[in-house]
């Protein structure tokens, strides 16, 4: 299977808004909200920021939030911070019962 | 709290097997899915199959079918994952994550362990 296909890498500067896409299928991405976002600081072990496609685990900000249209979730960080520099990766259940992620986006804040 | 320790790094030649273990404490974990996710240098997340703890199923991507083997040891809390047939590209940090069985999300995850496949 395929990784989800995710901008290599998205900019912006402290304060502003940016949104990251995960393109998927109608197999995976578009079958379900049970998209899931991880945030990887480098060196650092993968953490969930976001599940079922828009809800907070306990803990995490409420900066990062997410949505879904069709084949494409949509990860926004709001309000940038330094600490958002890290790379971020989504992941979907397919329709076969296995597990798929995106090619991963390096956020660099300017 | 969920803790999840995963075995030392390894360094096998090609051709070799490779066992990582992951040792899961803090929860009671029959009703927990655990997942391998392998990461190579400077590469991306690549999921590579799950198994049931409570009993024993797995499954995993089609790609490692052949040569992944997941299992588990109940009394110990502890999963392991081996891949065999090892070749360079197989050099990558495993990972083990914890999903709440039916929440499709990894909430839990092993500190990795870096297998290194070198002549």
Not at chain 2, 3 to 27: F, I, L, N, T, Y
Request: proline share 3%; aromatic share 12%; glycine share 12%.
């Amino acid at each position: 299977q395929s990784a989800l296909t995710q901008p290599a890498s998205v900019s912006g500067s402290p304060g502003q808004s940016i949104t990251i896409s995960c393109t998927g299928t109608n197999s995976d991405v578009g079958s379900h909200d049970l998209v899931s976002w991880y945030q990887q600081h480098p060196g650092k072990v993968p953490e969930l920021i976001i599940y079922e496609g828009s809800k907070w685990p306990s803990g995490v900000s409420n900066r990062h939030s997410g949505s879904k249209s069709g084949n494409t979730a949509s990860l926004t960080i709001s309000g940038l911070q330094a600490e958002d520099e890290a790379d971020y990766y989504c992941c979907s259940r397919t329709r076969a019962g296995t597990f798929v992620f995106g090619s991963g986006t390096k956020v660099t804040v300017l | 709290q969920v803790q999840m320790v995963q075995s030392g790094a390894e360094v096998r030649e090609p051709g070799a097997s490779v066992k990582v273990s992951c040792k899961a404490s803090g929860h009671t974990f029959t009703d927990y899915y655990f997942h391998w996710v392998r990461q190579a240098p400077g590469q991306g997340l690549e999921w590579m199959g799950w198994i049931n703890f409570y009993n024993g199923d797995s499954d995993s991507v089609q790609k490692f079918q052949d040569r992944v083997t997941m299992t588990r040891d109940t009394s110990i809390n502890t999963v392991y994952m081996e891949l065999s047939s090892l070749g360079s590209d197989d050099t990558a940090v495993y990972y083990c994550a914890g999903e709440l069985g039916g929440s499709y999300f990894f909430d839990y995850w092993g500190q990795g362990t870096l297998v290194i496949v070198s002549s």
